[in-house]
């Protein structure tokens, strides 16, 4: 079955970096299309950032400049590198595969992780 685990959460102070790892088994990851959503407490699930199969890649405008999606075919691992962090970007991030189109820029979730907890506060 498809599982897909998350790790690299943490605290962090305004202005710091993380990044996020997610290993995926159960599937063929590299002809996966792959995504990061967050939830913040109280607010509704956002998608963060996709990466489709062939390396395009798409992100929020909350996050554009500042994360980088990025994966790893060989060792079956999702990336997310966060830089410049701002206390907004506190959540709950998820690692999801999912279906979609580079074309438009679509991406659904179909199969999601249990999640890492990112806290930026100083």
């Known amino acids: 079955q498809v599982e897909l685990v998350e790790s690299g959460g943490g605290l962090v102070q305004p202005g710091g970096s993380l990044r996020l790892s997610c290993a995926a088994s159960?599937?063929?990851?590299?002809?996966?299309?792959m995504g990061w959503y967050r939830q913040a407490s109280g607010k509704q699930r956002e998608l963060v950032a996709r990466?489709?199969?062939?390396?395009?890649?798409r992100y929020a405008d909350s996050v554009e400049g500042r994360f980088t999606v990025s994966r790893d075919n060989a060792k079956r691992t999702l990336y997310l590198q966060m830089n410049s962090l701002k206390p907004e970007d506190t959540a709950v991030y998820y690692c999801?595969?999912?279906?979609?189109?580079?074309?438009?820029?679509?991406?659904?979730?179909?199969?999601w992780g249990q999640g890492t907890q990112v806290t930026v506060s100083s």
């Open positions: 999801t595969r999912g279906v979609g189109s580079w074309l438009s820029g679509a991406y659904q979730a179909t199969e």
């Open positions: 159960g599937y063929i990851f590299s002809v996966a299309h």
């Open positions: 990466i489709y199969s062939g390396g395009t890649t």
